[in-house]
């Protein structure tokens, strides 16, 4: 579903389901760059497939901040951490990811936002966002899916990802046939202004994904 703000829902169903779980287990992504104790954002959470990951992964000790614009997967989210009794680790807002105050300046060691840039229109808000609240040290993951309509607001084009991957310093990159990722990293001696690429693209229409 399309909101006003032109940002895509999708049921939990569609990233929270068996298959998943089963072909592409959680822990196999976030065991890579979380340790116990250290502090993660899920950003663009949904029903909290990696939140909830990370929360075992980080313990008592860590935090991990879930944050996702849909309330009703927060909802979700926020009654299956306290089915599992995590739900002091985490943090859960619905909030748009380019508006996340409440996440301090350089506190997170690790970022993810696996499918968020592709349902949102506000990459650089969001990309600004995860300059900010990354520690000097601190990683993040960026993944987006490749096969959407050129002229949907949401769309992160080839150019436009090297454009917002040129802000971090990339640690890691890949691709497959649906989709791509990055392993970025603050860029030293501070991250540059993320500019406003979309504008030089002009009006765009619906989304077909
Ligand atoms: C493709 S799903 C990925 C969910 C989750 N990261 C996962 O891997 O299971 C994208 C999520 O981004 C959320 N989303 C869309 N626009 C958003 C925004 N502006 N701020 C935060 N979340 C947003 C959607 O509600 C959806 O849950």
Redesign the pocket.
């Given at each position: 579903m399309v909101t006003a703000?032109g940002?895509?829902?999708?049921p939990p169903v569609?990233?929270?389901n068996v298959l998943r779980y089963l072909l592409s287990p959680p822990e196999r992504l976030v065991k890579r760059y979380v340790s116990s104790g250290e502090r993660a954002a899920?950003?663009?959470?949904?029903a909290g497939?990696?939140s909830l990951a990370m929360a075992r992964i980080v313990g008592e000790s860590g935090r991990v901040f879930a944050?996702?614009?849909?309330p009703a997967?927060i909802a979700r989210l926020q009654r299956r951490a306290e089915r599992r009794r995590c739900q002091r680790i985490i943090t859960a807002r619905a909030?748009?990811?380019?508006e996340i105050d409440f996440i301090d300046d350089g506190s997170i060691d690790f970022v993810?936002a696996?499918?968020?840039l592709?349902?949102?229109s506000?990459h650089a808000g969001?990309i600004r966002q995860i300059q900010r609240i990354l520690h000097p040290r601190g990683r993040a993951y960026l993944s987006t899916v490749k096969l959407m309509r050129p002229d949907d607001p949401r769309t992160v084009t080839r150019e436009e990802w090297e454009h917002l991957l040129s802000s971090f310093r990339l640690l890691d990159r890949g691709e497959a046939l649906m989709s791509r990722w990055a392993l970025v990293g603050p860029r030293e001696g501070g991250a540059p202004a993320v500019g406003a690429f979309r504008a030089r693209l002009g009006a765009r229409g619906p989304c077909c994904c």
């Amino acid at each position: 579903m399309v909101t006003a703000t032109g940002d895509r829902k999708l049921p939990p169903v569609v990233t929270n389901n068996v298959l998943r779980y089963l072909l592409s287990p959680p822990e196999r992504l976030v065991k890579r760059y979380v340790s116990s104790g250290e502090r993660a954002a899920d950003l663009g959470c949904g029903a909290g497939f990696h939140s909830l990951a990370m929360a075992r992964i980080v313990g008592e000790s860590g935090r991990v901040f879930a944050v996702d614009f849909d309330p009703a997967v927060i909802a979700r989210l926020q009654r299956r951490a306290e089915r599992r009794r995590c739900q002091r680790i985490i943090t859960a807002r619905a909030t748009s990811a380019s508006e996340i105050d409440f996440i301090d300046d350089g506190s997170i060691d690790f970022v993810l936002a696996e499918g968020l840039l592709c349902c949102m229109s506000d990459h650089a808000g969001a990309i600004r966002q995860i300059q900010r609240i990354l520690h000097p040290r601190g990683r993040a993951y960026l993944s987006t899916v490749k096969l959407m309509r050129p002229d949907d607001p949401r769309t992160v084009t080839r150019e436009e990802w090297e454009h917002l991957l040129s802000s971090f310093r990339l640690l890691d990159r890949g691709e497959a046939l649906m989709s791509r990722w990055a392993l970025v990293g603050p860029r030293e001696g501070g991250a540059p202004a993320v500019g406003a690429f979309r504008a030089r693209l002009g009006a765009r229409g619906p989304c077909c994904c």
